[in-house]
């Protein structure tokens, strides 16, 4: 008998919300590679492509489909089109966000406050929603919000994007309760610093290499397959008596 099985995921199909750069990305191939089948959606239909073509390269099935988030319309067309083209939807991961405008909150205007907590917050809500009543249909399934180590200690100039993720790891607490008797596991992932290419320069920069002096115990980023292993374990069998729970990936940050 494989020892490893439990982490096996044939047969199941993962929608990645943002997932064609970054953490999201890291985690798709994550579950690719354990055997997946991989749906990209996010507003830049292109880059979905690209990125499915990449995996699909490494052998994953996939698919690409644009969707905005904050927008419960197309919310609804992505499950369509996703249950249509993979036959089902067996592990949802929320993952698109924004870091919003940086801006102490005298200076943060309605609108910077409203596409942050939309897009980090509300975007995770519409997806649940639209998509747990398919989980319910094939008798269960598995949902990984990706929040922050943001909900836990504050940064300045950044009110929106920690309330949004802060807010994130409660909705998870709320939607295990919710979901427990339906078969389906919600878990929330929070990363700390992560190397990505958004953020690549910043960084490598004098100023970036002294955030990461200062902040990180473990003096590094966070490399974004070494997310992988954990996204494989939440989507899996191992995490059945598993819901609720917040797993910190952060090299230390946050007991420093």
């Not at 939309?118 to 249909?137: H, N, Q, S, Y």
């Not at 922050?148 to 100039?157: E, F, V, Y």
């Not at 919710?178 to 100023?207: D, H, W």
Request: charged share 20%.
């Amino acid at each position: 008998m494989n020892r490893l099985a439990i982490f096996d995921l044939n047969g199941k199909v993962a929608v990645i919300t943002g997932g064609y750069h970054g953490i999201g990305r890291g985690i798709a191939e994550g579950l690719g590679e354990a055997g997946a089948g991989i749906v990209l959606c996010a507003r830049s239909y292109q880059r979905c492509v690209e990125a499915c073509e990449e995996m699909g390269k490494m052998g994953v099935k996939t698919l690409a489909l644009r969707c905005d988030i904050t927008k419960a319309g197309e919310i609804a067309e992505m499950v369509r089109k996703t249950v249509e083209g993979m036959g089902r939807i067996d592990i949802l991961v929320n993952n698109a966000g924004v870091g919003g405008s940086e801006k102490p909150i005298l200076k943060m205007s309605e609108e910077d406050w409203d596409h942050t907590v939309d897009v980090d917050l509300k975007g995770a809500f519409l997806c649940t929603r639209a998509v747990v009543p398919e989980m319910i249909k094939q008798g269960g399934g598995k949902i990984i919000n990706v929040a922050s180590i943001t909900a836990m200690i504050g940064m300045p100039n950044m009110s929106a994007y920690c309330a949004s993720k802060g807010g994130m790891v409660q909705l998870t607490k709320v939607m295990a309760l919710e979901f427990i008797r339906n078969n389906i596991q919600v878990n929330a992932l929070c990363p700390g610093y992560f190397l990505t290419p958004m953020n690549r320069k910043f960084f490598e920069s004098e100023v970036g290499q002294k955030v990461v002096q200062r902040n990180i115990p473990m003096n590094r980023l966070g490399r974004v397959e070494e997310l992988k292993g954990t996204a494989v374990y939440l989507a899996s069998q191992a995490t059945n008596f598993m819901t609720g729970a917040c797993i910190v990936m952060d090299g230390g940050q946050t007991i420093w």
